[in-house]
């Protein structure tokens, strides 16, 4: 009987132990609260959690589901004191790991996060430098003590989609140790991790800008950094935890304040040498109506493609936005912060958004806004009566305030056909007039260029006038193209495909027309590869588009999207130089330029051409299908073509007929080699020939495998896997013009590396801007199921060229994440301008209605 009553005492016990609040128990004199997350992933287990080494937690999932599981460890916590999360016992046939396990309570704990899966993997690295015992951590645990440099693995592993985080928990003094590439979320076996202890250390400072009366936690190491600026956009902070000399570090933003997206220029660094004082974290600022959507006139109607430019220090931004009954353009002026004023009047008939009388489908406007002459244009396309036109409209500055008026006035189209196809329109001011360049189709889409003076009159054709335009080849299709200036000299680019027939690939091609001493030149002068196969692409067999031009430093660049092995889209930079002297080191080609410090030792990889003065000279260029003749070619590839008089240095011929012709330190395979006339009229010099026929020719110096011969002169050279003579051979000085790549990848990936190395997500939509002396360039890429708006930073150093991401910083660093107000939903079309004291970037964005908003921000970086 006493038992009885002792089991009825305990289960009433506990039942009033379990009714009381989780959030606070009342009756403590001290306020304590309760810890607790979710586990997801776990399928058909138990997993057992501890809190600090004890109130042992089971977690149960029933059969194959994998629903998210909430709990709440038995006993609170007292304010003030800390949390430690941990796993007890494993699920069998999985792994568990603990996600934002410990801290200090100062209220009720949700966010820690278990995640459990099939796959785990190991995370490690390597230690150098050191002399004594240090202990690294993993996510705070898992203390792994180390006392010789080398290779190292923690213990435990980690599930697939986890965090991990390597730490110093103690160094080995006197020596200090500093972990970089040390946070991330695991996807496979990690071995980046880079540990390094020296006595020698350095201290990092910065300044915080964009954070208005809020507030900025920045994370080094494992201190952390509360930063207000008040407006100031300079307030100064530093950071007490050293880094160990060559060590590294990586800055992390845990949280973003409100309608703020934060990040940290110069906020990795691998390899440090000195102390750090250039530390930036600025913050972009939304100035969209944040609490309705974007800037849209209508937040229940869909808005796309915008464009923007600076007038007097203010941004304008036009895009298409549906009325409800057809596409108008929309332009509005932002006065300061979050205000907006529509300055889209459509003054024929009195009404807001700009549209034809007869228009039923309008798109891809751009703005120019001319300081020069007060007169500001839009041009966009437009459809009437089934054809869509290009259409332009202008306006005259304000009286009152110096802005653009409200009031728009239509001119006539700019088709050089009225009854074609027209599209994609782009254009500059420059001494009064406007320039504008667009496709056109006649037959296949043309690239056309005319100008138009004092408002509405049409003034000249650039492209020559008549029924084709400046394709690179008028019989292949052109589009998107884009149109620059600098001292009267007009640059063109756009995509062209390199064939008229199925196979036709999509290559980036370029002109010049020079008018700085002739203003009615229309000669457009080719400066990309000078073959009809090959533009500046990376790689020309595969597709490219989109390019945009920017000048910055004295030099044009140029960003396009092209494919890759994956058929992904990556983003491809490359600058122009037409100064440059080639000479040959033994085994590449070094360009000499007069403007840089040292010479440019370029691969394949890194350069594309080409035009040279003499016109018969081509460098790292592909040909096949065709005949060239008097021509000089090295680093080529040369596949099912003659060649007729022609010298061939450090090439790849297959398929190839020779004529007339010399080959040095070349591959032949599967070639004819037959000359007409005389026994020494082709040449072999220093190449290794493989499965060819070769009838009275002279070989020097080769080495000829499988090779059939009738009446050929061997000089020096041997048959049959015999050592081949390594004769030099001196490649004359050459006077060139050359694309030099800038973006920071390799042959799979390009500038998109710096948030997928694997080249597996698609970058697209590239455009520019120039700030402070600064080169910014923005675009689209795939991340986490939705297409981000991203941002990066030059490094203005075309020897060593290097790109940092400036848009959104995370609790690991350079986030995965880019400008987007929701980061789970799709961004298209961004572009960037800035008006001397900020930085502004546009893009188009679903909201959770799935209409299309212009989002917008700013930032003082």
Same mark, same amino acid.
Not at 434 to 459: A, C, F, G, H, P
């Given at each position: 009987m006493k038992s009885f009553v002792f089991l009825i005492s305990l289960i009433l016990l506990v039942l009033m132990m379990g009714c009381a609040p989780e959030e606070e128990e009342e009756n403590s004199q001290t306020a304590s609260y309760s810890v607790g997350g979710s586990v997801t992933g776990l399928v058909n287990g138990t997993v057992v959690i501890q809190n600090n080494g004890s109130d042992d937690l089971v977690v149960y999932q029933p059969g194959s589901n994998t629903s998210t599981i909430s709990f709440n460890f038995p006993s609170n916590i007292t304010s003030g004191n800390a949390f430690n999360v941990t796993v007890l016992v494993q699920p069998l046939a999985q792994t568990c790991t603990v996600n934002n396990g410990s801290g200090s309570v100062s209220g009720s704990i949700t966010t820690i996060a278990i995640i459990c899966s099939s796959q785990s993997f190991t995370v490690g690295g390597t230690i150098t430098g050191l002399n004594g015992t240090v202990v690294l951590q993993n996510n705070g645990g898992d203390d792994l003590t180390l006392s010789q440099n080398g290779s190292f693995n923690f213990d435990t592993k980690i599930a697939k989609g986890s965090e991990y985080f390597v730490s110093v928990k103690t160094h080995p003094l006197p020596l200090t140790c500093s972990a970089s590439s040390n946070r991330g979320i695991i996807r496979s076996d990690v071995s980046s991790v880079s540990v390094v202890c020296s006595k020698k250390t350095y201290l990092l400072s910065g300044t915080a800008s964009g954070l208005g009366s809020t507030t900025l936690t920045l994370v080094h190491s494992l201190e952390s950094k509360v930063v207000t600026d008040n407006g100031s956009d300079n307030a100064s902070f530093n950071f007490t935890t050293p880094v160990a000399s060559q060590g590294g570090y990586r800055i992390a933003i845990p949280n973003h304040p409100d309608n703020r997206t934060c990040t940290v220029i110069n906020g990795i660094d691998d390899n440090v040498t000195s102390h750090i004082n250039n530390l930036r974290a600025s913050c972009w600022t939304f100035i969209d109506n944040i609490t309705q959507g974007g800037i849209n006139n209508s937040v229940s109607q869909d808005a796309t493609v915008p464009t923007v430019s600076i007038y007097n220090n203010k941004l304008y931004a036009a895009w298409v936005e549906n009325n409800g009954s057809k596409d108008v353009i929309r332009i509005s002026r932002n006065d300061d912060g979050a205000n907006w004023t529509s300055v889209d009047n459509n003054a024929s008939n009195n009404t807001?958004?700009? =549209?034809?009388?007869?228009?039923?489908?309008?798109? *891809?406007?751009?703005?120019?806004?001319?300081?020069?002459?007060? +007169?500001?244009? #839009?041009?966009?396309?437009?459809?009437?009566?089934?054809?869509?036109?290009?259409?332009?409209?202008?306006n005259s500055t304000g009286s009152s305030d110096d802005s653009i008026g409200k009031n728009w006035y239509l001119a006539s189209s700019l088709n050089k056909n009225s009854s074609a196809n027209a599209s994609s329109p782009q254009g500059l001011t420059k001494?009064?007039?406007?320039?504008? +360049?667009?496709?056109?189709?006649?037959?296949?889409?043309?690239?056309?260029?005319?100008? =138009?003076?004092? !408002?509405?009159? =049409?003034?000249?054709w650039l492209d020559g006038g008549g029924s084709t335009g400046i394709n690179d080849n008028t019989s292949h299709h052109a589009r998107n193209p884009v149109i620059k200036e600098n001292s009267s000299v007009f640059y063109a680019a756009w995509s062209e495909e390199n064939s008229s027939s199925?196979?036709? !690939?999509?290559? =980036?091609?370029?002109?010049?027309?020079?008018?700085?001493?002739?203003?009615?030149?229309?000669?457009?002068?080719?400066?990309?590869?000078?073959?009809?196969?090959?533009?500046? *692409?990376?790689?020309?067999?595969?597709? /490219?588009?989109?390019?945009?031009?920017?000048?910055?430093?004295?030099?044009?660049?140029?960003?396009?999207?092209?494919?890759?092995?994956?058929?992904? @889209?990556?983003?491809? +930079?490359?600058?122009?130089?037409? @100064?440059?002297? +080639?000479?040959?080191?033994?085994?590449? #080609?070094? #360009?000499? $330029?007069?403007?840089?410090?040292?010479?440019?030792?370029?691969?394949?990889?890194?350069?594309?051409?080409?035009?040279?003065?003499?016109?018969?000279?081509?460098?790292?260029?592909?040909?096949?299908?065709?005949? &060239?003749?008097?021509?000089?070619?090295?680093? %080529?590839?040369?596949?099912?073509?003659?060649?007729? $008089? %022609?010298?061939? &240095? @450090? %090439?790849?011929?297959?398929?190839?007929?020779?004529? @007339?012709?010399?080959?040095?330190n070349s591959v032949i395979m599967n070639a004819g080699i037959t000359p007409s006339n005389s026994v020494d009229n082709a040449s072999i010099n220093q190449s290794p020939i493989y499965n060819s026929s070769i009838d009275n020719a002279t070989i020097n110096n080769s080495t000829l495998y499988d090779t059939m011969i009738a009446g050929a002169t061997l000089y020096s050279s041997n048959i049959d896997n015999a050592t081949s003579y390594n004769s030099t051979v001196t490649i004359p000085e050459l006077q060139s013009s050359c694309w030099v790549f800038v973006d920071g990848g390799n042959d799979i990936v390009g500038m998109n590396k710096l948030v997928d190395a694997d080249g597996n997500e698609d970058a697209s939509q590239p455009q520019w801007t120039t700030y402070k002396s600064k080169l910014y360039i923005t675009w689209t890429q795939e991340k986490s199921g939705a297409t981000q708006t991203r941002a /990066?930073?030059?490094?203005?150093?075309?020897?060593?060229?290097?790109?940092?991401?400036?848009?959104?910083?995370?609790?690991?660093?350079?986030?995965?994440?880019?400008?987007?107000?929701?980061?789970?939903?799709?961004?298209?079309?961004?572009?960037?301008?800035s008006n001397g004291s900020k930085l502004f970037s546009v893009w188009a964005e679903i909201d959770n209605s799935s209409k299309s908003q212009i989002r917008v921000v700013e930032n003082p970086l």
């Open positions: 807001p958004g700009i =549209i034809t009388t007869s228009g039923t489908q309008t798109s *891809n406007p751009f703005l120019v806004l001319d300081s020069d002459s007060s +007169i500001t244009y #839009l041009l966009w396309e437009d459809r009437v009566s089934g054809v869509d036109k290009i259409q332009f409209a202008w001494a009064g007039k406007l320039y504008v +360049i667009w496709s056109e189709m006649n037959n296949t889409n043309q690239i056309r260029v005319r100008s =138009i003076k004092d !408002v509405q009159t =049409i003034d000249s199925a196979d036709n !690939v999509s290559q =980036i091609r370029v002109k010049k027309l020079d008018r700085s001493q002739n203003s009615t030149n229309t000669n457009w002068v080719s400066i990309d590869r000078d073959n009809q196969t090959a533009g500046i *692409n990376f790689k020309s067999q595969y597709d /490219a588009d989109h390019p945009e031009m920017v000048f910055h430093d004295s030099k044009l660049f140029s960003a396009w999207q092209e494919k890759n092995i994956h058929v992904k @889209n990556q983003i491809r +930079i490359a600058y122009y130089d037409d @100064n440059l002297t +080639i000479t040959d080191n033994g085994t590449k #080609l070094v #360009l000499d $330029n007069s403007f840089s410090s040292t010479p440019l030792e370029l691969s394949r990889s890194t350069c594309t051409l080409q035009n040279y003065d003499d016109k018969k000279t081509s460098l790292y260029s592909t040909f096949s299908q065709g005949n &060239y003749d008097n021509r000089m070619f090295y680093f %080529s590839s040369f596949d099912n073509v003659t060649l007729t $008089n %022609s010298v061939i &240095y @450090n %090439s790849n011929l297959t398929n190839v007929n020779l004529e @007339n012709s010399t080959v040095y /990066a930073l030059f490094n203005d150093d075309v020897i060593n060229p290097a790109w940092q991401t400036v848009d959104r910083y995370d609790e690991y660093g350079p986030s995965r994440f880019g400008l987007n107000y929701n980061e789970i939903k799709n961004a298209s079309n961004p572009v960037m301008t």
